[in-house]
């Protein structure tokens, strides 16, 4: 008679492929990559462009300027990711 054999109940490899847990925390970096690469120049040109507004009364100009620029780097940077990863 066979002893039984051991699961492993907290595995990530009891009933996923070998590749799929490097695989998923692969898309997980890259989109936590991505996040960061929008977020922060939309946040980094968007402050300076509400405090400009606020301090030379030129309400939402520099704000709507801000964010455009952020956004125009964003899109450099994500641009610069993707010819990466296709390498």
Not at 23 to 35: F, G, K, S, V
């Amino acid at each position: 008679m066979k002893a039984p054999r051991k699961q492993n109940v907290g595995s990530i490899e009891s009933g996923a492929p070998k590749g799929a847990a490097q695989n998923t925390t692969m898309l997980l970096l890259t989109m936590a990559d991505t996040t960061w690469r929008i977020f922060v120049p939309a946040l980094l040109f968007t402050a300076p462009g509400i405090w400009g507004d606020l301090h030379f009364g030129t309400k939402p100009w520099l704000t709507f300027a801000g964010l455009l620029v952020g956004f125009a780097v964003a899109g450099l940077l994500i641009r610069k990711q993707l010819k990466t990863i296709q390498r």
